[in-house]
Protein backbone atom coordinates (compact mmCIF):
# COMPACT_ATOMS: atom_id res chain seq x y z
CA UNK A 1 0.00 0.00 0.00
CA UNK A 2 2.71 2.23 0.41
CA UNK A 3 3.48 2.52 -3.18
CA UNK A 4 0.14 3.55 -4.62
CA UNK A 5 0.15 6.83 -2.40
CA UNK A 6 3.67 7.73 -3.16
CA UNK A 7 1.94 7.09 -7.13
CA UNK A 8 -0.64 9.04 -5.68
CA UNK A 9 1.69 12.38 -4.52
CA UNK A 10 3.39 12.02 -7.89
CA UNK A 11 0.64 12.89 -9.72
CA UNK A 12 -0.84 15.13 -7.68
CA UNK A 13 2.52 17.79 -8.35
CA UNK A 14 1.52 17.56 -12.14
CA UNK A 15 -2.07 18.49 -11.78
CA UNK A 16 -0.86 21.98 -10.20
CA UNK A 17 1.81 22.56 -12.57
CA UNK A 18 -0.53 22.10 -15.40
CA UNK A 19 -3.31 24.17 -13.73
CA UNK A 20 -0.48 26.86 -13.16
CA UNK A 21 -0.06 26.38 -16.59
CA UNK A 22 -3.05 27.16 -17.83
CA UNK A 23 -3.17 30.14 -15.19
CA UNK A 24 0.20 31.24 -16.81
CA UNK A 25 -1.06 31.10 -20.18
CA UNK A 26 -4.60 32.54 -19.85
CA UNK A 27 -2.73 35.82 -17.86
CA UNK A 28 0.03 36.15 -20.85
CA UNK A 29 -3.24 35.63 -23.38
CA UNK A 30 -5.34 38.05 -21.96
CA UNK A 31 -2.56 40.60 -21.89
CA UNK A 32 -1.67 39.94 -25.34
CA UNK A 33 -5.27 40.48 -26.38
CA UNK A 34 -5.99 43.71 -24.00
CA UNK A 35 -2.18 45.34 -25.55
CA UNK A 36 -3.34 44.43 -28.92
CA UNK A 37 -7.28 46.14 -28.23
CA UNK A 38 -5.38 48.93 -26.86
CA UNK A 39 -3.24 49.70 -29.86
CA UNK A 40 -5.68 49.00 -32.60
CA UNK A 41 -7.92 51.31 -30.68
CA UNK A 42 -5.23 54.10 -30.31
CA UNK A 43 -4.06 53.51 -34.02
CA UNK A 44 -7.80 53.76 -34.91
CA UNK A 45 -8.60 57.21 -33.16
CA UNK A 46 -5.06 58.43 -34.49
CA UNK A 47 -6.23 57.42 -37.75
CA UNK A 48 -9.51 59.71 -37.60
CA UNK A 49 -7.62 62.35 -36.26
CA UNK A 50 -5.48 62.34 -39.38
CA UNK A 51 -9.11 61.91 -41.72
CA UNK A 52 -10.18 64.46 -39.62
CA UNK A 53 -7.74 66.84 -40.37
CA UNK A 54 -8.21 66.33 -44.48
CA UNK A 55 -11.71 65.91 -44.36
CA UNK A 56 -11.95 70.05 -43.07
CA UNK A 57 -13.47 72.20 -44.89
CA UNK A 58 -11.17 74.58 -46.67
CA UNK A 59 -11.22 78.30 -46.11
CA UNK A 60 -14.37 80.30 -48.26
CA UNK A 61 -11.25 81.96 -50.18
CA UNK A 62 -9.66 78.57 -50.98
CA UNK A 63 -13.24 76.95 -51.96
CA UNK A 64 -13.84 78.71 -55.69
CA UNK A 65 -9.72 78.29 -56.16
CA UNK A 66 -8.97 76.13 -59.28
CA UNK A 67 -6.91 72.68 -58.51
CA UNK A 68 -3.28 73.42 -57.91
CA UNK A 69 -1.17 72.37 -60.99
CA UNK A 70 2.56 71.85 -61.01
CA UNK A 71 4.39 75.11 -61.58
CA UNK A 72 5.99 75.27 -65.45
CA UNK A 73 9.46 76.39 -65.61
CA UNK A 74 10.76 79.16 -68.13
CA UNK A 75 14.79 78.85 -68.41
CA UNK A 76 15.97 82.35 -70.04
CA UNK A 77 19.75 82.64 -71.27
CA UNK A 78 22.37 83.09 -69.50
CA UNK A 79 23.58 87.22 -68.90
CA UNK A 80 27.27 88.32 -68.18
CA UNK A 81 26.67 91.36 -67.01
CA UNK A 82 29.22 94.49 -65.83
CA UNK A 83 28.39 95.52 -62.68
CA UNK A 84 28.26 99.44 -61.18
CA UNK A 85 31.58 98.57 -59.28
CA UNK A 86 34.03 101.36 -59.57
CA UNK A 87 36.49 100.67 -61.74
CA UNK A 88 33.84 98.85 -64.27
CA UNK A 89 36.04 95.80 -64.32
CA UNK A 90 33.79 93.34 -62.27
CA UNK A 91 31.29 91.12 -63.91
CA UNK A 92 28.57 88.45 -63.26
CA UNK A 93 27.27 85.71 -64.92
CA UNK A 94 23.97 84.99 -64.03
CA UNK A 95 21.39 81.93 -65.31
CA UNK A 96 17.77 82.41 -63.88
CA UNK A 97 14.79 80.41 -64.44
CA UNK A 98 11.19 81.86 -64.10
CA UNK A 99 8.47 79.74 -62.47
CA UNK A 100 5.19 80.65 -63.99
CA UNK A 101 1.81 79.50 -62.93
CA UNK A 102 1.18 76.70 -65.62
CA UNK A 103 1.57 75.97 -69.24
CA UNK A 104 -0.72 78.70 -70.80
CA UNK A 105 0.82 81.79 -68.14
CA UNK A 106 4.14 80.23 -69.96
CA UNK A 107 2.88 81.26 -73.21
CA UNK A 108 2.03 84.88 -72.13
CA UNK A 109 5.37 85.06 -70.23
CA UNK A 110 7.45 83.96 -74.12
CA UNK A 111 5.85 86.86 -75.53
CA UNK A 112 7.40 89.29 -72.98
CA UNK A 113 10.56 87.42 -72.92
CA UNK A 114 12.94 90.39 -74.65
CA UNK A 115 11.45 92.81 -72.04
CA UNK A 116 11.57 91.34 -69.04
CA UNK A 117 15.34 89.90 -69.99
CA UNK A 118 16.46 93.51 -70.78
CA UNK A 119 14.63 94.57 -67.77
CA UNK A 120 16.59 91.92 -65.75
CA UNK A 121 19.92 93.04 -67.38
CA UNK A 122 19.35 96.44 -66.35
CA UNK A 123 18.64 95.21 -62.32
CA UNK A 124 21.88 93.00 -62.35
CA UNK A 125 23.91 95.79 -63.93
CA UNK A 126 22.63 98.48 -61.25
CA UNK A 127 24.31 96.31 -58.38
CA UNK A 128 28.04 96.14 -57.03
CA UNK A 129 29.84 92.35 -56.32
CA UNK A 130 29.44 93.26 -52.96
CA UNK A 131 25.79 93.25 -53.18
CA UNK A 132 25.42 90.18 -55.28
CA UNK A 133 28.09 88.19 -52.64
CA UNK A 134 25.57 88.55 -49.80
CA UNK A 135 22.80 86.44 -49.25
CA UNK A 136 20.80 89.83 -49.13
CA UNK A 137 21.02 90.94 -51.92
CA UNK A 138 20.27 87.91 -53.67
CA UNK A 139 17.01 87.72 -51.83
CA UNK A 140 16.63 91.55 -53.33
CA UNK A 141 17.95 90.56 -56.93
CA UNK A 142 14.92 87.79 -56.76
CA UNK A 143 11.97 90.11 -55.77
CA UNK A 144 13.22 92.59 -58.02
CA UNK A 145 13.08 90.39 -60.89
CA UNK A 146 9.74 89.46 -59.98
CA UNK A 147 8.69 93.30 -59.77
CA UNK A 148 10.09 93.99 -63.64
CA UNK A 149 8.60 90.39 -64.73
CA UNK A 150 5.00 91.28 -63.60
CA UNK A 151 5.29 95.11 -65.36
CA UNK A 152 4.13 93.61 -68.94
CA UNK A 153 1.39 91.95 -67.26
CA UNK A 154 0.14 95.69 -65.24
CA UNK A 155 2.02 94.73 -62.19
CA UNK A 156 5.32 96.54 -60.69
CA UNK A 157 3.23 99.88 -60.41
CA UNK A 158 3.29 100.80 -56.53
CA UNK A 159 -0.49 102.02 -56.00
CA UNK A 160 -0.92 105.14 -54.19
CA UNK A 161 -2.78 104.97 -51.14
CA UNK A 162 -6.35 106.84 -50.88
CA UNK A 163 -6.00 109.38 -48.00
CA UNK A 164 -10.19 110.27 -48.75
CA UNK A 165 -12.45 109.16 -46.02
CA UNK A 166 -14.97 109.17 -48.36
CA UNK A 167 -13.68 106.40 -50.44
CA UNK A 168 -11.82 103.34 -49.19
CA UNK A 169 -10.84 100.38 -51.55
CA UNK A 170 -9.55 97.12 -50.42
CA UNK A 171 -6.91 95.74 -52.33
CA UNK A 172 -7.42 93.36 -54.65
CA UNK A 173 -4.44 90.27 -54.78
CA UNK A 174 -3.58 90.10 -58.58
CA UNK A 175 -1.78 86.79 -59.58
CA UNK A 176 0.98 87.55 -61.95
CA UNK A 177 2.15 84.68 -64.09
CA UNK A 178 5.65 84.52 -63.00
CA UNK A 179 5.74 83.47 -59.18
CA UNK A 180 9.55 82.48 -58.53
CA UNK A 181 12.79 83.26 -59.90
CA UNK A 182 15.38 80.58 -59.87
CA UNK A 183 18.92 81.08 -60.36
CA UNK A 184 20.72 78.11 -62.01
CA UNK A 185 24.28 79.79 -62.01
CA UNK A 186 25.93 82.64 -60.37
CA UNK A 187 29.39 83.68 -60.73
CA UNK A 188 30.68 87.36 -59.90
CA UNK A 189 34.07 87.89 -61.02
Do not use: W
Not at 80 to 97: K, M, S, W, Y
Not at 168 to 177: F, G, T
Amino acid sequence: MSAKPEAADAVKPPAKSKKMLIIILAAVLLLVLGGGGAFFFISKKHAAAEDGEEAAPPPKAAAHAAPKTPPVYLPMDSMVVNLADPGGERVAQIGITLEVIDAKASDSVKAYLPTIRSSVLMLISQRTADELLKAEGKEKLVEDILKAASVPFGGGEEEEESTSKKKKKKAVQVEYPVTGVLFSSFIVQ
